[in-house]
């Protein structure tokens, strides 16, 4: 039987059935997506926090067969959540040799500031120049005070939301070509640039003043006073440390 004699209710059915078959594989391929992503976030998610903890060290090797046992998984999202890392300065990948935990140095950390406070500068002039609304940059603060006034740090969560608030502000500058540069230099998921900057109680206390000045200054639309702070004393500070250390040879 040809095309042309075929009742048009069975078409239509051979259609539907065609069309129900392709949706059913597209469902399944991105179910399969979605939980391979899943997987290589979750991968991703515990390395990196075992490396900034120091629970793996520096120039410890990455078997990517060990890890897949671990997970329970091939060693296909391990080699993706490898790249990821290696992409974000925690593991450097070596030509048939393996994967291995790297950390940055006191000359990376000096570099990310001297670029971070230009390119935050910028952003931080934008915003107050576009009277931005700063309820989610307050929002972020709050957690973070949160955070100083438990009994124990978590360091790692303080972290991540200092990444945020930061990069917050420069989203919020409404500069993409800002935003894009941003976060193709490495500072993604708060990276140990972000880490490091503090460890006693005392020094996240004067972190949050600064930030929460930061914040007032954009409100107030104050644009050469906070450029000059957060280039001066909220980054710049930093930097000088860096330098110093680097120079006494820490």
């Known amino acids: 039987m040809n095309a042309d004699s075929m009742p048009l209710i069975f078409i239509i059915s051979n259609r539907f059935e065609s069309f129900r078959r392709n949706e059913l594989l597209t469902g399944r391929e ?3 997506h979605h939980s391979c ?25 990455l ?7 671990e997970f329970g998984c091939s060693r296909v999202p391990v080699r993706e ?4 890392l290696e992409r ?18 006191l000359k990376d950390f000096l570099e990310q500031t001297e670029v971070r406070a230009y390119l935050e500068a910028l952003a931080l002039r934008l915003a107050c120049e576009k009277k931005i609304d ?11 005070d949160e955070i100083i006034l438990q009994d124990e740090i978590d360091i790692l969560s303080f972290s991540d939301l200092h990444y945020q608030f930061h990069r917050t502000i420069v989203d919020l500058s409404g500069n993409d070509l800002l935003s894009s540069i ?9 990276s140990q640039t972000f880490y490091q900057c503090a460890q006693e109680r005392d020094e996240f206390k004067t972190m949050q003043e600064q930030h929460w000045k930061i914040v007032e200054l954009i409100k107030t639309r104050n644009v050469k006073q906070g ?6 004393d909220h980054l710049w500070k930093k930097r000088e440390l860096f330098r110093k250390q680097i120079d006494n040879g820490k």
Do not use: C, Q, W
């Open 30 to 32: 991105e179910y399969v």
């Open 37 to 61: 992503m899943t997987l290589i976030d979750e991968i991703y998610t515990v390395l990196r926090k075992k490396i900034l903890k120091a629970e793996l060290s520096e120039n410890e090797k």
């Open 63 to 69: 078997s990517e067969n060990s890890l897949a046992d």
């Open 81 to 84: 959540a490898l790249k990821r």
């Open 88 to 105: 974000d300065g925690f593991v450097k990948i070596k030509p048939y040799s393996g994967s291995y935990v790297t950390e940055p140095t």
């Open 134 to 144: 700063t309820h989610s940059l307050e929002d972020i603060l709050k957690k973070m």
């Open 182 to 190: 941003y976060s193709k230099m490495n500072f993604n998921t708060a």
């Open 227 to 232: 450029v000059e702070y957060i280039m001066e």
